[in-house]
């Protein structure tokens, strides 16, 4: 079956440093990639997306690439922020079939210290 | 707009008892999804309403766990009776038409199951 597996945490860094968590996936035909996270005591939300191979998707400074070769979507960010302290989720969907449910890893947390 | 909430948010109980949990989605998204993550584990589908009807429930784990979604508004999971293993969080996310990316998730319910 389909799968997502993402870098245990926790990961810890300083200010300013760069970030990288890594997710790879198992899925049949073409999944929707995305990138979640859960600040404390909050919710889960959406941090950005990709649809199809090649598509990078981006928001607050965060980038990740669809790679279909390496079937990976790697999150990436140059400079993080005390802010950026979450707990991070890769997560697959495949909406043609499956009205959007999706596939989680098993999330990462990020402790940005000062 | 009111985002996705869950009450309670924390709910600690002893094995054989009954719990339910229930979940306020936007107003107007027609999908309804339950999801949980178990001992920090990967977050996992539970089940999905369309308004009031389940659409895809292959993710409940066994009969002990019963949702409804009475009227395609809020949604109640019911836990009868509790075992051990069903402690986690479980989260509640809302979207609105079939092919919506982004699901919008509720802050979670911590269930501890004693």
């Known amino acids: 079956g389909d799968s997502v597996t993402q870098m245990e945490g926790p990961v810890t860094l300083s200010e300013e440093a760069f970030l990288t968590i890594n997710c790879t996936y198992t899925?049949?035909?073409?999944?929707?990639l995305f990138w979640y996270v859960q600040y404390p005591g909050e919710g889960l939300q959406l941090l950005l997306k990709?649809?199809?191979?090649?598509d990078k998707g981006s928001n607050k400074g965060f980038e990740a690439t669809y790679r279909k070769e390496t079937t990976s979507f790697h999150l990436e960010k140059g400079s993080v922020q005390v802010s950026d302290s979450a707990v991070y989720f890769c997560?697959?969907?495949?909406?043609?079939?499956?009205?959007?449910?999706?596939?989680f890893g098993a999330g990462t947390q990020v402790v940005v210290t000062p | 707009e009111a985002g996705v909430t869950q009450f309670p948010s924390h709910s600690v109980i002893e094995k054989g008892q009954t719990v339910t949990l229930r979940c306020d989605p936007i107003?107007?998204?027609?999908?309804l999804y339950w999801y949980r993550r178990v001992m920090g584990k990967e977050i996992k589908f539970l089940l999905h309403?369309?308004?009031?009807?389940?659409?895809?429930e292959s993710g409940m784990p066994n009969n002990r766990f019963l949702a409804e979604r009475t009227g395609g508004t809020y949604s109640t999971l019911k836990v009868q009776p509790a075992e051990l293993e069903d402690s986690g969080v479980y989260f509640c996310?809302?979207?609105?038409?079939?092919?919506?990316?982004?699901?919008?998730f509720g802050p979670g319910t911590r269930l501890t199951v004693t």
């Open positions: 996310a809302s979207s609105q038409g079939r092919s919506s990316y982004e699901q919008y």
């Open positions: 997560a697959l969907s495949k909406t043609t079939d499956s009205w959007g449910k999706l596939q």
């Open positions: 107003s107007g998204h027609d999908n």
């Open positions: 899925a049949t035909g073409y999944p929707s």
């Open positions: 990709a649809t199809k191979a090649d």
């Open positions: 309403f369309v308004k009031e009807s389940k659409q895809d």
